[in-house]
């Protein structure tokens, strides 16, 4: 049995900035699914269950984290 194909595109952005002489400050952004594609998990491969052949279940939807840490 073959299940469905998977999809996924990460990426990050970050940008720096000069505050003071000595002191920067940094925005980070990174994206997981980025396109927010369904992923899903294979079909139930049990020929005894009543599930055979379902699919049940999908993996992580878009996760985006975002930060601003600074820089000494």
């Not at 194909?5 to 970050?14: E, Q, S």
């Not at 993996?59 to 600074?70: M, N, W």
């Amino acid at each position: 049995m073959t299940g469905p194909a998977f999809w996924n595109t990460d990426f990050g952005l970050a940008r720096s900035f000069k505050l003071m002489e000595n002191m920067r400050l940094s925005f980070r952004g990174e994206f997981y699914n980025a396109f927010n594609h369904a992923n899903f998990y294979n079909p139930n491969a049990n020929l005894s269950s009543p599930a055979f052949g379902k699919i049940t279940g999908s993996g992580d939807p878009r996760v985006i984290e975002l930060g601003a840490p600074p820089e000494f």
